[in-house]
Protein backbone atom coordinates (compact mmCIF):
# COMPACT_ATOMS: atom_id res chain seq x y z
CA UNK A 1 0.00 0.00 0.00
CA UNK A 2 2.42 2.31 1.20
CA UNK A 3 4.96 1.35 -1.96
CA UNK A 4 1.74 2.18 -4.83
CA UNK A 5 1.51 5.53 -3.03
CA UNK A 6 5.14 6.24 -3.26
CA UNK A 7 4.77 5.06 -7.29
CA UNK A 8 1.57 7.49 -7.92
CA UNK A 9 3.10 10.14 -5.96
CA UNK A 10 6.42 10.21 -8.12
CA UNK A 11 4.46 9.89 -11.23
CA UNK A 12 2.53 12.52 -10.22
CA UNK A 13 5.10 14.73 -9.56
CA UNK A 14 6.60 14.02 -12.98
CA UNK A 15 4.21 14.61 -14.53
CA UNK A 16 3.84 18.01 -13.14
CA UNK A 17 7.73 18.88 -13.51
CA UNK A 18 7.55 17.69 -17.16
CA UNK A 19 4.39 19.67 -17.86
CA UNK A 20 6.28 23.02 -16.26
CA UNK A 21 4.33 25.82 -14.73
CA UNK A 22 0.40 25.80 -15.06
CA UNK A 23 0.94 27.49 -18.47
CA UNK A 24 -2.25 30.21 -18.14
CA UNK A 25 -0.79 31.22 -15.12
CA UNK A 26 2.73 31.87 -16.92
CA UNK A 27 4.37 34.68 -19.21
CA UNK A 28 7.27 33.66 -20.97
CA UNK A 29 8.83 36.79 -21.80
CA UNK A 30 12.67 37.28 -23.80
CA UNK A 31 14.67 39.69 -25.59
CA UNK A 32 16.46 41.20 -22.12
CA UNK A 33 18.72 38.10 -21.12
CA UNK A 34 21.58 37.19 -23.48
CA UNK A 35 23.49 34.80 -20.79
CA UNK A 36 23.01 32.65 -17.66
CA UNK A 37 21.13 34.49 -15.06
CA UNK A 38 23.82 35.11 -12.37
CA UNK A 39 23.22 38.55 -10.75
CA UNK A 40 20.39 40.29 -9.28
CA UNK A 41 22.25 43.24 -7.44
CA UNK A 42 20.22 46.67 -8.01
CA UNK A 43 23.27 48.18 -7.60
CA UNK A 44 25.07 46.67 -10.48
CA UNK A 45 21.94 46.78 -12.39
CA UNK A 46 23.42 46.80 -15.67
CA UNK A 47 24.72 42.98 -14.77
CA UNK A 48 21.31 42.15 -13.20
CA UNK A 49 18.85 39.84 -15.01
CA UNK A 50 15.94 42.21 -16.61
CA UNK A 51 13.74 42.99 -14.10
CA UNK A 52 15.82 43.37 -10.56
CA UNK A 53 14.69 46.66 -10.39
CA UNK A 54 11.03 46.96 -11.66
CA UNK A 55 9.74 43.65 -10.86
CA UNK A 56 11.86 42.97 -7.00
CA UNK A 57 13.16 45.86 -6.44
CA UNK A 58 10.99 49.39 -6.89
CA UNK A 59 11.57 52.77 -7.41
CA UNK A 60 10.12 55.90 -5.76
CA UNK A 61 8.45 57.04 -8.92
CA UNK A 62 7.85 55.53 -12.17
CA UNK A 63 7.89 57.52 -15.20
CA UNK A 64 5.66 57.04 -18.30
CA UNK A 65 7.09 57.94 -21.68
CA UNK A 66 3.54 57.18 -23.29
CA UNK A 67 2.31 60.62 -21.55
CA UNK A 68 5.17 61.92 -20.66
CA UNK A 69 4.55 61.78 -16.75
CA UNK A 70 5.93 60.73 -13.44
CA UNK A 71 4.12 58.43 -11.44
CA UNK A 72 4.10 58.11 -7.70
CA UNK A 73 4.90 54.41 -6.77
CA UNK A 74 6.80 53.49 -3.41
CA UNK A 75 6.28 57.04 -2.89
CA UNK A 76 2.94 58.87 -2.45
CA UNK A 77 4.01 62.02 -3.58
CA UNK A 78 6.97 63.96 -4.60
CA UNK A 79 7.27 67.99 -4.86
CA UNK A 80 9.82 71.04 -5.07
CA UNK A 81 8.31 72.74 -1.81
CA UNK A 82 11.06 75.23 -1.92
CA UNK A 83 14.01 75.98 -4.93
CA UNK A 84 16.17 73.74 -3.30
CA UNK A 85 13.91 70.74 -1.75
CA UNK A 86 12.22 68.16 -2.76
CA UNK A 87 9.84 66.36 -0.51
CA UNK A 88 8.66 62.85 -0.41
CA UNK A 89 6.04 61.35 0.99
CA UNK A 90 5.77 58.00 1.44
CA UNK A 91 3.01 55.54 0.80
CA UNK A 92 1.07 53.83 3.55
CA UNK A 93 1.94 50.13 4.36
CA UNK A 94 4.79 49.23 2.69
CA UNK A 95 6.64 45.82 3.15
CA UNK A 96 9.48 44.15 2.18
CA UNK A 97 8.94 41.04 0.95
CA UNK A 98 10.23 39.04 4.62
CA UNK A 99 7.35 41.13 6.24
CA UNK A 100 9.07 43.53 7.29
CA UNK A 101 8.07 47.16 7.40
CA UNK A 102 9.13 49.30 4.45
CA UNK A 103 10.17 52.20 5.90
CA UNK A 104 11.33 56.24 5.29
CA UNK A 105 14.49 54.89 6.76
CA UNK A 106 15.46 52.15 4.69
CA UNK A 107 14.46 55.75 1.79
CA UNK A 108 17.09 57.44 4.20
CA UNK A 109 19.59 54.43 3.74
CA UNK A 110 19.86 53.88 -0.24
CA UNK A 111 20.17 57.15 -0.62
CA UNK A 112 23.06 57.21 1.85
CA UNK A 113 24.93 54.41 1.12
CA UNK A 114 25.63 56.36 -1.99
CA UNK A 115 27.55 58.65 0.28
CA UNK A 116 28.93 56.34 2.18
CA UNK A 117 30.57 54.56 -0.78
CA UNK A 118 31.63 56.56 -3.55
CA UNK A 119 31.49 53.80 -6.32
CA UNK A 120 27.57 53.06 -6.18
CA UNK A 121 26.26 54.38 -9.60
CA UNK A 122 24.27 57.30 -7.45
CA UNK A 123 27.17 58.33 -6.06
CA UNK A 124 27.86 61.42 -7.81
CA UNK A 125 24.41 62.97 -6.65
CA UNK A 126 26.22 64.24 -3.52
CA UNK A 127 28.17 66.23 -5.45
CA UNK A 128 24.67 68.22 -5.81
CA UNK A 129 22.47 66.85 -2.71
CA UNK A 130 23.45 68.37 0.48
CA UNK A 131 21.51 66.19 2.95
CA UNK A 132 18.10 64.35 3.95
CA UNK A 133 16.05 65.30 6.49
CA UNK A 134 13.73 63.34 7.86
CA UNK A 135 9.84 65.65 8.15
CA UNK A 136 7.59 62.92 10.15
CA UNK A 137 7.23 59.27 10.10
CA UNK A 138 6.59 59.03 6.00
CA UNK A 139 7.65 62.33 4.89
CA UNK A 140 11.50 63.50 4.25
CA UNK A 141 12.99 66.33 2.37
CA UNK A 142 16.25 66.00 -0.11
CA UNK A 143 18.02 69.35 0.39
CA UNK A 144 20.42 70.16 -2.78
CA UNK A 145 23.18 72.35 -2.89
CA UNK A 146 22.87 72.83 -6.16
CA UNK A 147 19.38 71.65 -7.71
CA UNK A 148 20.05 69.45 -10.79
CA UNK A 149 15.48 69.03 -11.82
CA UNK A 150 15.92 66.87 -14.73
CA UNK A 151 18.63 64.56 -13.47
CA UNK A 152 16.77 64.43 -10.14
CA UNK A 153 13.67 63.14 -11.85
CA UNK A 154 15.60 60.29 -14.07
CA UNK A 155 17.11 59.31 -10.05
CA UNK A 156 13.79 59.19 -8.97
CA UNK A 157 13.00 56.06 -11.67
CA UNK A 158 16.22 54.78 -11.44
CA UNK A 159 17.37 54.28 -7.99
CA UNK A 160 16.15 51.00 -6.47
CA UNK A 161 15.37 51.06 -2.52
CA UNK A 162 16.73 48.12 -0.87
CA UNK A 163 15.71 47.12 3.00
CA UNK A 164 18.08 48.42 5.50
CA UNK A 165 17.86 45.57 8.13
CA UNK A 166 19.91 43.51 4.93
CA UNK A 167 22.07 45.84 3.63
CA UNK A 168 23.31 47.26 6.26
CA UNK A 169 25.70 44.59 7.41
CA UNK A 170 27.22 44.02 3.64
CA UNK A 171 30.70 45.47 2.36
CA UNK A 172 31.48 47.51 0.46
CA UNK A 173 32.80 44.55 -1.83
CA UNK A 174 29.79 42.81 -1.84
CA UNK A 175 27.54 45.47 -2.59
CA UNK A 176 29.47 47.10 -5.56
CA UNK A 177 30.00 43.59 -6.83
CA UNK A 178 27.82 40.35 -5.17
CA UNK A 179 25.49 38.33 -7.11
CA UNK A 180 22.65 38.83 -4.21
CA UNK A 181 21.27 35.86 -5.27
CA UNK A 182 18.40 36.05 -2.51
CA UNK A 183 16.87 39.08 -3.39
CA UNK A 184 14.43 40.65 -1.16
CA UNK A 185 12.50 43.81 -2.58
CA UNK A 186 8.88 45.40 -2.05
CA UNK A 187 8.16 44.06 -5.76
CA UNK A 188 5.04 42.27 -7.21
CA UNK A 189 7.23 39.74 -7.83
CA UNK A 190 10.58 37.33 -6.12
CA UNK A 191 13.06 35.53 -8.34
CA UNK A 192 11.49 31.91 -7.45
CA UNK A 193 14.56 29.67 -9.06
CA UNK A 194 16.88 30.11 -12.28
CA UNK A 195 18.37 27.98 -14.78
CA UNK A 196 21.37 28.40 -17.72
CA UNK A 197 18.16 29.39 -19.89
CA UNK A 198 15.80 30.92 -17.36
CA UNK A 199 14.88 33.01 -14.41
CA UNK A 200 11.63 32.75 -13.09
CA UNK A 201 10.15 35.54 -10.90
CA UNK A 202 6.74 34.26 -8.93
CA UNK A 203 4.48 36.56 -8.01
CA UNK A 204 4.62 37.96 -4.48
CA UNK A 205 0.79 37.44 -3.07
CA UNK A 206 1.14 39.63 0.14
CA UNK A 207 2.39 43.01 -2.29
CA UNK A 208 1.61 46.11 -0.42
CA UNK A 209 0.38 47.23 -4.20
CA UNK A 210 -2.67 44.71 -4.29
CA UNK A 211 -4.29 46.78 -1.53
CA UNK A 212 -2.77 50.12 -1.90
CA UNK A 213 -3.07 50.59 -5.36
CA UNK A 214 -5.64 47.76 -6.40
CA UNK A 215 -3.49 46.61 -8.86
CA UNK A 216 -3.18 42.63 -8.90
CA UNK A 217 -0.36 40.82 -10.94
CA UNK A 218 -2.15 38.34 -13.20
CA UNK A 219 0.55 35.81 -14.01
CA UNK A 220 1.77 33.69 -11.18
CA UNK A 221 4.95 33.03 -12.90
CA UNK A 222 6.68 35.68 -14.84
CA UNK A 223 9.86 33.57 -16.54
CA UNK A 224 12.62 35.24 -18.42
CA UNK A 225 13.76 32.90 -21.39
CA UNK A 226 17.60 33.53 -22.56
CA UNK A 227 16.70 32.42 -26.23
CA UNK A 228 19.39 32.48 -28.90
CA UNK A 229 18.96 34.02 -31.69
CA UNK A 230 16.16 36.17 -33.07
CA UNK A 231 15.28 33.37 -35.34
CA UNK A 232 14.62 31.00 -32.45
CA UNK A 233 12.45 33.58 -30.88
CA UNK A 234 10.33 34.10 -34.33
CA UNK A 235 9.74 30.27 -33.78
CA UNK A 236 8.68 29.85 -30.50
CA UNK A 237 6.31 32.92 -30.94
CA UNK A 238 4.54 31.49 -33.94
CA UNK A 239 4.25 28.15 -31.57
CA UNK A 240 3.11 30.04 -28.68
CA UNK A 241 5.90 29.40 -26.69
CA UNK A 242 6.89 32.71 -26.31
CA UNK A 243 4.30 35.33 -25.22
CA UNK A 244 6.08 38.44 -24.99
CA UNK A 245 8.85 39.16 -27.25
CA UNK A 246 11.58 42.14 -27.06
CA UNK A 247 13.61 40.62 -30.10
CA UNK A 248 14.28 43.13 -33.23
CA UNK A 249 12.12 40.26 -35.61
CA UNK A 250 11.98 40.51 -39.24
CA UNK A 251 8.46 39.69 -41.05
CA UNK A 252 5.84 41.07 -39.35
CA UNK A 253 3.13 41.74 -41.50
CA UNK A 254 3.22 37.97 -41.92
CA UNK A 255 3.59 37.30 -38.08
CA UNK A 256 0.33 39.52 -37.45
CA UNK A 257 -1.50 38.12 -40.67
CA UNK A 258 -0.87 34.01 -40.20
CA UNK A 259 -0.04 33.86 -36.40
CA UNK A 260 -1.88 36.49 -35.07
CA UNK A 261 0.58 38.38 -33.72
CA UNK A 262 0.29 41.50 -32.05
CA UNK A 263 2.45 44.39 -32.12
CA UNK A 264 1.84 48.14 -31.24
CA UNK A 265 1.06 49.31 -34.45
CA UNK A 266 -0.79 47.31 -37.09
CA UNK A 267 0.60 49.14 -39.73
CA UNK A 268 4.43 50.38 -40.54
CA UNK A 269 6.58 50.97 -38.41
CA UNK A 270 4.49 48.61 -36.15
CA UNK A 271 6.73 49.89 -32.90
CA UNK A 272 7.34 52.42 -30.64
CA UNK A 273 10.55 54.42 -30.81
CA UNK A 274 12.94 53.61 -28.15
CA UNK A 275 16.40 55.59 -28.40
CA UNK A 276 17.95 57.62 -31.43
CA UNK A 277 20.37 55.63 -33.39
CA UNK A 278 22.59 57.80 -35.32
CA UNK A 279 26.63 58.04 -36.05
CA UNK A 280 28.80 59.67 -34.21
CA UNK A 281 32.33 61.11 -35.60
CA UNK A 282 35.65 61.26 -34.35
CA UNK A 283 36.05 65.21 -34.22
CA UNK A 284 39.16 65.29 -33.50
CA UNK A 285 40.72 63.55 -36.17
CA UNK A 286 41.75 65.30 -39.38
CA UNK A 287 39.56 64.94 -41.98
CA UNK A 288 36.37 64.41 -39.88
CA UNK A 289 37.32 67.42 -37.53
CA UNK A 290 36.24 69.50 -40.88
CA UNK A 291 32.79 70.98 -39.73
CA UNK A 292 31.91 71.25 -43.43
CA UNK A 293 32.89 67.47 -44.54
CA UNK A 294 30.39 66.76 -41.07
CA UNK A 295 27.80 68.48 -42.61
CA UNK A 296 28.31 67.07 -46.28
CA UNK A 297 27.79 63.67 -44.77
CA UNK A 298 24.69 64.31 -43.27
CA UNK A 299 23.17 65.29 -46.48
CA UNK A 300 24.27 62.39 -48.12
CA UNK A 301 23.21 59.42 -46.13
CA UNK A 302 19.43 58.89 -47.21
CA UNK A 303 17.98 57.36 -43.95
CA UNK A 304 14.49 56.03 -45.29
CA UNK A 305 17.02 53.40 -47.23
CA UNK A 306 18.24 51.89 -44.20
CA UNK A 307 14.38 52.13 -42.53
CA UNK A 308 13.71 49.74 -45.56
CA UNK A 309 16.54 47.97 -46.16
CA UNK A 310 17.55 47.13 -43.11
CA UNK A 311 14.36 47.37 -40.46
CA UNK A 312 11.31 46.39 -43.17
CA UNK A 313 9.91 49.86 -41.88
CA UNK A 314 9.52 49.02 -38.46
CA UNK A 315 11.50 51.89 -37.54
CA UNK A 316 11.36 55.80 -38.71
CA UNK A 317 13.68 58.02 -39.65
CA UNK A 318 14.71 60.33 -37.04
CA UNK A 319 14.39 64.18 -37.64
CA UNK A 320 17.69 66.48 -37.86
CA UNK A 321 17.74 66.94 -34.50
CA UNK A 322 17.20 63.23 -32.76
CA UNK A 323 14.85 64.12 -30.55
CA UNK A 324 12.21 61.28 -30.02
CA UNK A 325 9.15 61.74 -30.67
CA UNK A 326 7.45 60.71 -27.29
CA UNK A 327 5.05 63.32 -25.38
CA UNK A 328 8.04 64.35 -22.86
CA UNK A 329 10.48 65.39 -25.27
CA UNK A 330 8.42 66.87 -27.82
CA UNK A 331 6.51 69.46 -25.88
CA UNK A 332 10.11 71.15 -26.35
CA UNK A 333 11.02 70.23 -30.00
CA UNK A 334 12.27 73.28 -31.80
CA UNK A 335 10.74 73.47 -34.58
CA UNK A 336 11.94 76.89 -36.08
CA UNK A 337 15.86 75.97 -35.10
CA UNK A 338 15.61 72.34 -37.14
CA UNK A 339 13.73 73.76 -40.21
CA UNK A 340 16.67 76.68 -40.07
CA UNK A 341 20.17 74.71 -39.20
CA UNK A 342 18.57 70.90 -40.09
CA UNK A 343 19.44 68.90 -43.09
CA UNK A 344 17.55 66.04 -45.16
CA UNK A 345 19.23 63.72 -47.59
CA UNK A 346 20.46 65.63 -50.31
CA UNK A 347 23.23 64.21 -52.13
CA UNK A 348 23.58 67.17 -54.73
CA UNK A 349 24.13 69.56 -51.78
CA UNK A 350 26.47 67.46 -49.79
CA UNK A 351 28.41 67.20 -53.04
CA UNK A 352 27.93 71.33 -53.64
CA UNK A 353 29.34 71.39 -50.16
CA UNK A 354 32.75 69.44 -50.67
CA UNK A 355 33.26 71.39 -53.81
CA UNK A 356 33.00 74.42 -51.64
CA UNK A 357 35.72 73.21 -49.70
CA UNK A 358 38.41 72.23 -51.93
CA UNK A 359 37.57 68.33 -51.63
CA UNK A 360 37.81 66.89 -55.08
CA UNK A 361 38.58 64.12 -56.85
CA UNK A 362 41.72 65.02 -58.63
CA UNK A 363 43.60 62.00 -60.11
CA UNK A 364 39.57 60.51 -60.89
CA UNK A 365 39.74 57.48 -58.51
CA UNK A 366 36.38 58.62 -57.68
CA UNK A 367 37.08 59.29 -54.62
CA UNK A 368 37.67 62.92 -53.25
CA UNK A 369 41.01 64.31 -52.27
CA UNK A 370 41.06 66.94 -49.47
CA UNK A 371 41.83 70.49 -50.18
CA UNK A 372 45.49 69.81 -50.09
CA UNK A 373 44.91 67.09 -52.46
CA UNK A 374 45.88 64.61 -49.93
CA UNK A 375 43.78 60.79 -50.45
CA UNK A 376 41.99 60.21 -47.39
CA UNK A 377 39.98 56.78 -46.22
CA UNK A 378 37.17 56.25 -43.66
CA UNK A 379 35.23 53.27 -41.49
CA UNK A 380 32.23 53.34 -40.18
CA UNK A 381 32.16 50.36 -37.72
CA UNK A 382 29.30 48.35 -36.08
CA UNK A 383 29.37 44.99 -34.11
CA UNK A 384 29.64 41.88 -36.21
CA UNK A 385 26.78 39.93 -36.51
CA UNK A 386 24.18 43.16 -35.51
CA UNK A 387 22.44 41.96 -39.18
CA UNK A 388 20.43 45.41 -39.11
CA UNK A 389 23.44 47.49 -38.28
CA UNK A 390 25.72 45.80 -40.58
CA UNK A 391 23.36 46.34 -43.36
CA UNK A 392 22.50 50.13 -42.08
CA UNK A 393 26.27 50.91 -42.18
CA UNK A 394 26.74 49.42 -45.82
CA UNK A 395 24.04 51.35 -46.35
CA UNK A 396 25.30 54.57 -45.19
CA UNK A 397 29.08 53.81 -46.65
CA UNK A 398 27.38 52.86 -49.87
CA UNK A 399 25.78 56.59 -49.68
CA UNK A 400 28.81 58.56 -48.70
CA UNK A 401 31.04 56.71 -51.89
CA UNK A 402 28.25 58.58 -53.85
CA UNK A 403 29.65 61.70 -53.11
CA UNK A 404 33.06 60.77 -53.75
CA UNK A 405 34.06 59.90 -49.90
CA UNK A 406 36.02 56.89 -49.39
CA UNK A 407 34.40 55.25 -46.74
CA UNK A 408 34.91 51.37 -45.48
CA UNK A 409 32.05 49.26 -43.62
CA UNK A 410 34.09 47.41 -40.73
CA UNK A 411 32.52 44.96 -38.00
CA UNK A 412 34.95 44.38 -35.83
CA UNK A 413 33.32 41.61 -32.93
CA UNK A 414 31.37 43.23 -30.08
CA UNK A 415 34.12 44.06 -27.67
CA UNK A 416 36.43 45.59 -30.18
CA UNK A 417 33.74 47.59 -31.26
CA UNK A 418 32.73 48.74 -27.11
CA UNK A 419 36.04 49.38 -26.82
CA UNK A 420 36.64 51.37 -30.10
CA UNK A 421 33.29 53.52 -29.04
CA UNK A 422 34.03 54.56 -25.50
CA UNK A 423 37.89 54.59 -26.32
CA UNK A 424 36.87 56.76 -28.94
CA UNK A 425 39.13 54.94 -31.24
CA UNK A 426 37.18 55.04 -34.42
CA UNK A 427 36.45 57.28 -37.21
CA UNK A 428 32.51 57.09 -37.59
CA UNK A 429 30.22 54.96 -35.68
CA UNK A 430 26.92 53.58 -35.36
CA UNK A 431 25.40 54.09 -31.70
CA UNK A 432 22.08 54.26 -29.60
CA UNK A 433 23.69 52.73 -25.97
CA UNK A 434 23.01 56.34 -24.46
CA UNK A 435 20.08 57.81 -26.41
CA UNK A 436 17.12 55.87 -25.28
CA UNK A 437 13.80 57.43 -23.85
CA UNK A 438 14.14 58.84 -20.26
CA UNK A 439 12.08 61.13 -18.40
CA UNK A 440 14.12 64.24 -19.44
CA UNK A 441 15.12 65.43 -22.81
CA UNK A 442 18.38 66.70 -20.78
CA UNK A 443 19.44 63.09 -21.09
CA UNK A 444 19.96 62.91 -25.30
CA UNK A 445 21.45 65.88 -24.94
CA UNK A 446 23.86 64.67 -22.32
CA UNK A 447 24.25 61.90 -24.33
CA UNK A 448 25.37 63.78 -27.30
CA UNK A 449 27.55 66.16 -25.82
CA UNK A 450 28.76 64.69 -22.43
CA UNK A 451 31.70 67.25 -21.45
CA UNK A 452 33.54 64.65 -19.41
CA UNK A 453 34.34 62.44 -22.78
CA UNK A 454 36.55 65.16 -23.66
CA UNK A 455 39.14 64.76 -21.43
CA UNK A 456 38.27 60.87 -20.17
CA UNK A 457 40.10 58.16 -21.65
CA UNK A 458 37.23 56.10 -21.68
CA UNK A 459 33.42 57.98 -21.92
CA UNK A 460 30.64 55.26 -20.83
CA UNK A 461 27.84 58.39 -20.77
CA UNK A 462 28.27 59.70 -24.54
CA UNK A 463 30.26 62.51 -26.26
CA UNK A 464 31.65 59.26 -27.89
CA UNK A 465 33.93 61.70 -30.67
CA UNK A 466 34.55 64.23 -27.93
CA UNK A 467 33.21 66.99 -29.43
CA UNK A 468 34.43 69.90 -27.35
CA UNK A 469 32.56 73.12 -26.87
CA UNK A 470 32.62 75.40 -23.42
CA UNK A 471 29.58 76.93 -24.16
CA UNK A 472 27.60 73.19 -24.88
CA UNK A 473 28.91 72.44 -21.24
CA UNK A 474 27.05 75.53 -19.62
CA UNK A 475 23.91 75.20 -21.71
CA UNK A 476 23.68 71.73 -20.55
CA UNK A 477 23.87 72.34 -17.05
CA UNK A 478 21.72 75.27 -17.22
CA UNK A 479 19.00 72.71 -18.96
CA UNK A 480 19.51 69.89 -15.96
CA UNK A 481 19.28 72.94 -13.55
CA UNK A 482 15.43 74.40 -15.22
CA UNK A 483 12.53 72.64 -13.40
CA UNK A 484 10.09 71.53 -16.20
CA UNK A 485 7.79 74.00 -14.62
CA UNK A 486 9.56 76.53 -16.81
CA UNK A 487 8.51 75.23 -20.15
CA UNK A 488 9.54 78.76 -21.65
CA UNK A 489 13.31 78.20 -20.86
CA UNK A 490 13.49 74.67 -21.11
CA UNK A 491 12.10 74.80 -24.71
CA UNK A 492 15.15 78.07 -25.18
CA UNK A 493 17.42 75.46 -23.89
CA UNK A 494 16.70 72.98 -26.34
CA UNK A 495 16.35 74.93 -28.70
CA UNK A 496 20.61 76.57 -28.71
CA UNK A 497 21.34 72.50 -27.80
CA UNK A 498 19.73 71.48 -31.14
CA UNK A 499 21.24 74.78 -32.82
CA UNK A 500 24.63 74.04 -31.92
CA UNK A 501 24.25 69.65 -32.44
CA UNK A 502 22.64 71.07 -35.94
CA UNK A 503 26.15 73.67 -37.05
CA UNK A 504 28.47 71.45 -35.48
CA UNK A 505 27.57 67.64 -36.33
CA UNK A 506 29.38 65.58 -33.66
CA UNK A 507 26.30 63.31 -34.11
CA UNK A 508 24.19 63.07 -37.37
CA UNK A 509 21.25 61.53 -36.03
CA UNK A 510 19.28 58.62 -38.16
CA UNK A 511 16.56 57.04 -37.24
CA UNK A 512 14.73 55.61 -34.04
CA UNK A 513 15.43 52.15 -32.94
CA UNK A 514 12.44 50.44 -32.44
CA UNK A 515 10.71 49.26 -29.02
CA UNK A 516 10.41 45.70 -30.19
CA UNK A 517 7.75 44.73 -28.95
CA UNK A 518 5.75 41.32 -30.53
CA UNK A 519 3.60 39.43 -28.44
CA UNK A 520 1.25 36.43 -28.55
CA UNK A 521 -2.12 35.94 -27.58
CA UNK A 522 -2.84 32.33 -27.37
CA UNK A 523 -2.28 32.41 -23.77
CA UNK A 524 -2.29 35.95 -22.88
CA UNK A 525 -5.06 38.75 -24.43
CA UNK A 526 -5.42 42.48 -23.72
CA UNK A 527 -1.56 43.21 -24.68
CA UNK A 528 -0.78 47.01 -25.07
CA UNK A 529 -1.12 48.86 -28.30
CA UNK A 530 -1.94 52.36 -29.86
CA UNK A 531 -5.78 51.67 -29.28
CA UNK A 532 -4.95 50.41 -25.61
CA UNK A 533 -2.20 52.32 -24.69
CA UNK A 534 -2.32 51.55 -21.21
CA UNK A 535 1.73 50.45 -20.87
CA UNK A 536 5.23 51.11 -22.58
CA UNK A 537 5.44 47.16 -23.33
CA UNK A 538 8.78 46.30 -22.86
CA UNK A 539 11.03 44.20 -20.23
CA UNK A 540 14.51 45.59 -20.73
CA UNK A 541 16.71 46.78 -17.78
CA UNK A 542 15.37 49.83 -16.73
CA UNK A 543 12.07 49.47 -18.61
CA UNK A 544 10.12 47.61 -16.16
CA UNK A 545 9.83 51.34 -14.95
CA UNK A 546 9.02 52.85 -17.91
CA UNK A 547 5.37 50.71 -17.79
CA UNK A 548 6.64 47.24 -18.25
CA UNK A 549 5.43 45.72 -14.98
CA UNK A 550 1.77 47.76 -15.75
CA UNK A 551 1.58 45.08 -18.89
CA UNK A 552 1.71 42.07 -15.98
CA UNK A 553 -1.42 44.31 -14.06
CA UNK A 554 -3.31 44.38 -17.50
CA UNK A 555 -2.74 41.25 -19.42
CA UNK A 556 -5.67 38.25 -19.33
CA UNK A 557 -5.36 34.84 -19.09
CA UNK A 558 -7.72 33.38 -22.20
CA1 LIG B 1 40.59 60.77 -56.04
Same mark, same amino acid.
Given at each position: ????????????????????????????????????????????????????????? $??????????????????????????? &?????????????????? &?????????????????????????????????????????????????????????????????????????????? $???????????????????????????????????????????????????? /???????? $????????????????????????????????????????????????????????????????????? /?????????????????????????????????????????????????????????????????????????????????????????????????????????????????????????????????? &??????????????????????????????? $??????????????????????????????????????????????????????????? &?????????????????????????????
Amino acid at each position: MKKWFVVVFALVAIAIFAQGFERNQTVYIGGSLWSPPSNWNPFTSWNAVAGTIGLVY $ETLFLYDPLVGQFEPWLAESGEWVKPD &TFRVKLRNNLTWQDGKQL &TIDDIIFTFELGKKFSGINYSPIWNWLSRIEKVDSRTIDFIFSDPRYQEWGQQLISIAIVPKHIWEGKSEADILQGAN $EKPVGSGSYYVESWADDRNVFRKNANWWGIKELGLNPKPERVVVLRVLSNNV /AVGMLMKG $ELDWSNFFLPGIPILQKSYGIHTWFKEPPYMLPANTTGIFLNVRKYPLSVVELRRAMAYAIDPNKIVDR /AFEKMVTASNAAGIMPVPGWMKYYPDETVQKYGFKYDPEKAKAILDEIGFKDINKDGFREDAQGRPFKLTIECPYGWTDWMVSIQSIAEDLRKVGLNVEPIYPDASKYNDDLYGGKFDIILNNYVTGVSS &TIWSYFNAVFYPDAVNADYSYSGNFGKYHNP $EVATLLDELNRTSSNDQAKMKELVAQLSEILLKDLPFIPLWYNGAWFQASSDVWSNWPD &TSNPYAWPIGWAGHWQLGGIKVLFNIEAK
